[in-house]
């Protein structure tokens, strides 16, 4: 969250590929050192400043897909980038138990930091920054012809012409932008609805699979559940993109907060048959997802090239102060369990692993 915050408006002002490449190597820097941790200060600490990393990265390569994509195709396009987080998290659901079991919960912390440094190097070598950037900033003619000619070598570009955008040079701090006359109306709703939805996603994701199990639904039907319920939001994540370009936001965001609402009130009401719960579950997934996306697909729209990574980063960073609420209760947790914060057990490692990665 914190990432967001701060590294979106530093984005807009050093350019989206330094503060990316930046953020994806602390990412996998910080990830790696938490892997030979050995008190619980210095994971949270680790994975605190991995949290800042991730954070930084997302409004960067969001504002980089949505400058190099024509306009029509953006909101597609963002949504099948932002596929990655559902993905991602599944594919770790599935490895994790094995991985931990055979060669140590340290196994995750390895990877996890190896393949974004590795990242980070191969994004120094081939990502460019944005073209509309460079021209906001005035870079050198040279940079801007050369970038060109790399995207489209039958470009015929003559020499000494000017090259401009349509967007508006920033003036003043890209943050109070966000709320200038004619922006504060699109900013306020955009955060207020990724705010719930992104509430709603932590809280099924956190409390489902208790409240299953308390209405009487074995363990193994509630991770069928479960699991289920995010495969619907990989599904509904890219799908989002596609349905907005064709039918427009105004009509997709309603209609899916609209279906997760009316899914989720079937699962409170319904404990039998069984089935019925995880078809609910999964179409509440799927639902969550095409609305999580399309708000993310939404704000580099709104925002000009001045303040886009701004706006996507705050507008995240937004719907991530949600955990703010499950920070106290995760750290009592990984404490009460095994006494002292400064000694504790290999299985509580995992868990207290997640307790700032999404600073």
């Known amino acids: 969250m914190l990432g967001a915050f701060g590294l979106g408006p530093i984005a807009d002002r050093y350019g989206r590929r330094c503060v990316l490449i930046f953020a994806t190597a602390t990412f996998g820097l910080f990830t790696l050192c938490a892997a030979s941790a050995a008190t619980l200060q210095q994971i949270l600490l680790f994975r605190f400043l991995a949290g800042v990393g991730l954070g930084g990265a997302m409004p960067s390569f969001i504002s980089l897909a949505a400058e190099y994509t024509p306009r029509t195709n953006r909101q597609a396009v963002i ?18 138990s094995g991985l931990i079991n055979t060669v140590g919960w340290q196994s995750l912390f390895y990877i996890g930091g190896i393949l974004p440094l590795g990242l980070s190097i191969l994004l120094i070598r081939a990502l460019p920054d944005s073209i509309e950037f460079l021209v906001m900033r005035a870079a ?22 000017k090259f401009v955008i ?36 932590v809280t099924s994701g956190t409390w489902t699979p208790t409240l299953l199990q308390r209405a009487g639904i074995g363990g193994s039907q509630s991770s069928v559940a479960m699991a289920l319920f995010a495969l619907g939001s ?4 890219p ?4 349905l907005v370009s064709r039918f427009a936001a105004r009509r997709v965001l309603p209609a899916a907060l609209v279906g997760s609402a009316v ?12 089935a019925l719960v995880i078809a609910c579950l999964g179409l509440a997934g799927f639902f969550l997802g095409v609305a999580s996306s399309d708000l993310i697909a939404l704000a ?37 369990a095994g006494g002292s914060a400064t000694s504790f057990s290999q299985s509580e490692r995992p868990r207290c692993a997640l307790l700032c990665s999404r600073a």
């Open 300 to 336: 580099p729209l709104l925002y000009s090239t001045a303040i886009r990574s701004t706006g996507v980063g705050w507008l995240w960073a937004s719907g991530d102060s949600v955990l703010l609420s499950d920070r106290s209760p995760l750290a009592c947790s990984a404490t009460g």
């Open 234 to 237: 990989v599904f509904g994540t």
């Open 263 to 274: 899914t989720l009130d079937a699962v409170g009401h319904t404990s039998q048959p069984v």
């Open 79 to 96: 949504g099948l980038l932002w596929t990655g987080f559902p993905l991602g998290g599944v594919m770790v659901g599935l490895l994790a």
């Open 166 to 201: 349509n967007s508006e040079k920033s003036r003043g701090v890209p943050v109070w932008q966000l709320f200038s006359p004619g922006m504060a109306g699109g900013t306020v709703l955009l955060w207020a609805s990724y705010f719930v939805t992104f509430m709603i996603l």
């Open 239 to 242: 799908l989002a993109g596609f």
């Open 140 to 161: 050198a003619w040279r940079d801007i012809r050369d970038l060109l000619v790399r995207m489209s070598p039958t470009v015929n570009i003559v020499t000494g012409c």
